[in-house]
């Protein structure tokens, strides 16, 4: 007989015929077993409607605006040095871009910046005016070239303007006074900090937007169309997450690039005799 085991407990009623015969009838008696209740672990359900609380919903809906290409901190106008690199011949295709644009994430400014970005954050976050002032000139100062200093510097003002107009909340005006000015990654790990936007993912959101601008420009410069651009991105999706890792893990004794030929590209660009970018 062949038992088939119930999801739900069950009680299984089993009829025995034993038959007795002797030489007067034959008596049919009959037995009712029950057998142990049987029963099967099931994981507890997950309540899949219980979605993001107040604030959850509320520091995503910020980062998606502040990080996105719309938000008017002029990212648009600025190559970072990639409009010298395909000039000179450095980037020509779509896997020469990957490859430099890896190479600035995770061992150039994109891990810099991020490093930058963290350290800000937390030092705003305990409302450390001097820890944060010594911060935003060490940023500052860290930038290789004019033309960057110029990009960093303009966006972060932008961002902090803009973020403190429309999204004003109670302590920042003071942490960014405690700055003085900022440069960009200074500026988005101060204003996530003062919204309470942990730093994880303004930390992510932050070089996603790098990168994305970054893409963009090479697309325009080399050119690419929009599914390389995609695959670019997706490709380096792995890097983001490394770097963002690192970058939360370090200190500021961490900080340190070892990307010569972009830092020069960055600096041979304010003398391009025709440019497209800023920087």
Same mark, same amino acid.
């Given at each position: ?131 944060? %002032?010594?911060? #935003?000139? /060490?940023? &500052? ?6 033309? +960057?200093? !110029? $990009?960093? *510097? ?76 995609? %695959?670019?991105? #997706?490709? /380096?999706? &792995? ?6 890792? +690192?970058? !939360? $893990?370090? *200190? ?28």
């Amino acid at each position: 007989m062949t038992m088939i085991m119930p999801r739900t407990i069950m009680v299984m009623t089993i009829i025995v015929l034993t038959i007795i015969t002797t030489s007067i009838a034959i008596t049919i008696t009959t037995t009712t077993i029950t057998p142990m209740l049987m029963t099967t672990s099931e994981p507890a359900a997950v309540d899949a409607s219980r979605g993001m609380n107040a604030g959850e919903a509320a520091a995503l809906y910020r980062l998606m605006t502040w990080l996105s290409p719309s938000f008017p901190v002029g990212a648009f106008s600025y190559s970072s040095g990639i409009e010298w690199a395909v000039e000179a011949g450095d980037i020509t295709d779509a896997a020469s871009l990957r490859d430099w644009l890896a190479a600035m994430l995770t061992e150039g400014s994109g891990f810099c910046d991020a490093v930058f970005l963290a350290q800000a954050h937390r030092a705003a976050s305990a409302q450390d005016e001097a820890g944060l %002032r010594e911060i #935003a000139e /060490l940023a &500052a100062a860290f930038v290789p070239s004019r033309e +960057r200093q !110029l $990009e960093t *510097s303009t966006q972060g003002r932008a961002f902090v303007e803009i973020a403190r107009s429309a999204w004003a909340c109670h302590g920042l005006d003071e942490m960014v006074a405690a700055c003085g000015g900022m440069v960009y990654p200074v500026a988005v790990g101060v204003v996530s900090a003062g919204h309470a936007v942990s730093l994880a993912p303004a930390m992510h959101a932050f070089l996603h937007a790098v990168v994305s601008n970054w893409i963009s420009a090479g697309a325009r410069l080399v050119p690419l169309g929009q599914t390389d651009s995609q %695959r670019i991105l #997706a490709g /380096l999706e &792995a890097d983001v997450a490394a770097t963002a890792k +690192r970058a !939360l $893990e370090a *200190s500021l004794d961490d900080l340190g690039s070892a990307t010569f030929r972009a830092d020069l590209a960055s600096l041979r660009h304010e003398t391009q005799y025709t440019r497209l970018f800023r920087s």
